[in-house]
């Protein structure tokens, strides 16, 4: 079956920016998400991409998927505090039935 | 309603009581999910309802775990004979079809002692 896998941590300066890897291994998800979740918090969609797509902006996020090497990466720009949080990628399995998420990436900002 | 709504955020219970969770989804969604959370790991699939009918339950972790959807919109979570392994939070999730972006409620924070 499908399965995720992110590194744990990371920790950035404010202004820098911050890239958070992940690597899945069914093809087989129309899209991949990135979603973040702030602490005592649920989860927030953050930003998804299409499977036939290299490249997604959207304002200070960018997605990037290397379909041959089933990675995903999520770049956040002038990371802020704010942005502090526990981001996770995920990804559908072959039925659809259900999403598959990586332990997530600790994300550490510190000012 | 606005958003995926979940009752009670907070339950504490003692090993082997009964416990039921709640959840509302977004209007009109059919698909609804349930997920359950530990400490430090990434939500993991338990149950996923189209309508009223559970399309694949096969992330329930043993036949202690029950879920319905009656009405096809609000679900209910059902854990029997509850033990500390059980202590989680338990997330809920809806989207409007299959395999589309789902939305996901606060969740309930399970505490069996």
């Known amino acids: 079956g499908e399965d995720v896998e992110q590194s744990l941590f990371l920790s950035v300066r404010e202004g820098d920016s911050s890239v958070i890897n992940c690597t899945y291994t069914?093809?087989?998800?129309?899209?991949l998400y990135w979603y973040k979740q702030e602490p005592g918090a649920g989860l927030q969609l953050l930003t998804y991409?299409?499977?036939?797509?290299d490249m997604k902006q959207d304002q200070r996020l960018t997605v990037l998927l290397n379909k041959k090497d089933k990675h995903l990466s999520l770049r956040i720009a002038d990371t802020q505090t704010g942005d502090s949080a526990i981001y996770f990628c995920?990804?559908?399995?072959?039925?659809?039935?259900?999403?598959?998420f990586g332990k997530g990436t600790t994300l550490s900002v510190s000012s | 309603g606005a958003g995926v709504s979940q009752t009670p955020s907070n339950k504490v219970t003692e090993k082997g009581k009964y416990v039921e969770l709640r959840c509302d989804p977004i209007?009109?969604?059919?698909?609804l999910y349930w997920y359950r959370q530990s400490l430090g790991q990434g939500p993991e699939f338990l149950i996923y309802?189209?309508?009223?009918?559970?399309?694949?339950d096969s992330g329930l972790p043993n036949d202690r775990f029950f879920a319905v959807r009656p009405e096809g919109s609000v679900s209910t979570l059902k854990i029997q004979r509850t033990e500390r392994g059980d202590s989680a939070v338990y997330l809920c999730?809806?989207?409007?079809?299959?395999?589309?972006?789902?939305?996901f409620g606060p969740g309930t924070r399970l505490t069996v002692l």
């Open positions: 209007s009109g969604h059919t698909a």
């Open positions: 069914d093809s087989s998800s129309t899209y």
């Open positions: 309802f189209q309508g009223t009918g559970a399309a694949d």
């Open positions: 995920a990804a559908y399995n072959q039925a659809g039935t259900a999403l598959i």
């Open positions: 999730a809806s989207s409007s079809g299959l395999a589309d972006e789902q939305f």
């Open positions: 991409i299409f499977s036939n797509m």
